[in-house]
DNA sequence: CGAGCCGTTCTTCAGAGCAGAACGGATAAA
DNA sequence: TTTATCCGTTCTGCTCTGAAGAACGGCTCG
């Protein structure tokens, strides 16, 4: 997983962590501000900075540095090379709509669920989730989806790479525990989140198997437990994910 | 604008290219490929495909290589500290519905136009815009807000700096034409644009001048000329750019 | 069975990229 | 007004990175 690279560039992960530096900052930073927060002498930061500018990705307001809003190009160009993103987006908003919840979309990647598009609750509260970020797959609803539908062998492999940290009290962290509750989700085709990643934040979510070269996802709805819960959880809202499931598997294997 | 700079890092852009490259890329790149896409050696690509994907941008799937889905990450995290987009996103979300049409929120970023947000036509078809992609701001309806918007000073001083390239016939190339337009859409408020970067395609803009610390933007709506013309376009369309840009604006004052 | 590909590793050496010092303009303090 | 400081940029020289190319080993196809 994370075998560290034999020969690895290190001028590249000074780049990187200049920009991602600059992507986290709240409004412009200064070189040497900048150095010091890399860990780099300031000559060198003005090196990667120029660098990062000349390829777009970085912008100077004045004596100042900011990222460029060219950092979004790389992310949609992915997102747009992603076919069940393109097949659920829609879907997942009119669901939100539906249902005045945030729907999500999930997808399998590297041993981790990752949310490839959020569309927000009426209220325009969302669990924090950002796209793209890796979350394990064991503490939401759409991750576990996503791992229920996996073989025994790749759903053992998994867990056994994966730390099962527990963000909340009512995370599972028995490898026993959740390959049982998988089973049943497998059965059901349904999986439920229970605050297990946010106190307070139920989730409901249906896999969406690999149909020839799509990626292995989820599609979910969460919210808080004082919305969702009782037989509008569990018949209405479960419903709902279901049949917009079903109707995006129609899409995608049509194409 | 496009100095070089004076002591690139080479190591940087090398691995800028490997990683443009698998985000263009459909599907999964192989080392060799790759090496040849970007005129390095093999070990050399290799060597920053190890880099980036310790980092976590790029994945291997058994022995080719992608993006990873965390190059969404840079993306969401530069769009997450852009006020405009905050105050803007469930509002143009609404005028899409409202409409039917394509909505857009651009923004100013170094003497261009960059898409920052664009809610999908209830057909599916919009523009072939690119969140990020910077866009001549002469071509099209917010673009030409944004342009209007400005200081004299600041108009020429853009004008000068830019090619006015013409996508299509009826693209303004000359500035002092180009000027007066803008003198125009300032007086009215709304900008309008009739093919001048598709063919068939028109928009209509309003801008949203800076307020404290907010950058300069412009909200559009966009759409095929044969539903987009007449009095719906110049009244109907135009009433509910204006009316959501004032309702934007006042957001943004309250906080 | 062997020829050819492809990803990975190794080795060697030029020069890329590092730190630190020096420059120069702007701003603040005396 | 003068002086001190700060910050972005440029310069310089040394070192070790990161480049190329060859070699390895597994796989596939003829």
């Known amino acids: ?141 759409p991750g576990k989806s996503i791992l229920s539908s996996l073989s025994a062998d790749r759903i053992d492999a998994i867990l056994e790479r994966t730390d099962l940290i527990a963000p909340t009290d009512a995370t599972t962290t028995d490898p026993d525990e959740l390959v049982r509750e998988l089973r049943r989700i497998r059965d059901d085709g349904i999986a439920f989140c229970r605050g297990e990643q946010y106190e307070g934040v139920v989730g409901v979510a249906a896999p969406l198997p690999e149909i020839d070269g799509s990626r292995i996802a989820a599609l979910g709805v969460c919210g808080p437990v004082d919305r969702l819960n009782g037989r509008y959880l569990e018949e209405d809202i479960t419903g709902q994910v279901l049949s917009t499931t079903k109707s995006v598997q129609v899409d995608l294997t049509a194409d």
């Open 1 to 141: 997983m994370t075998d560290e690279p034999r020969y690895a560039v290190e001028a590249t992960e000074t780049s990187l962590a200049v920009l991602e530096t600059l992507v986290d900052a709240e409004g412009t930073v200064g070189v040497t501000a900048l150095a010091d927060h890399v860990g780099v002498s300031k000559s060198v930061a003005h090196n990667h900075l120029s660098t990062l500018r000349a390829a777009g990705y970085v912008i100077k307001r004045g004596e100042q540095y900011d990222a460029s809003l060219r950092t979004l190009t790389l992310g949609e160009r992915t997102r747009a090379g992603i076919d069940v993103h393109d097949a659920a987006k829609r879907k997942l908003d009119n669901l939100a709509a539906a249902t005045g919840e945030t729907t999500t979309l999930f997808v399998l990647e590297e041993d981790a669920g990752v949310p490839v598009y959020v569309a927000e609750a009426d209220d325009g509260w969302s669990p924090p989730f950002v796209e793209g970020e890796r979350l394990p797959l064991h503490v939401n609803a």
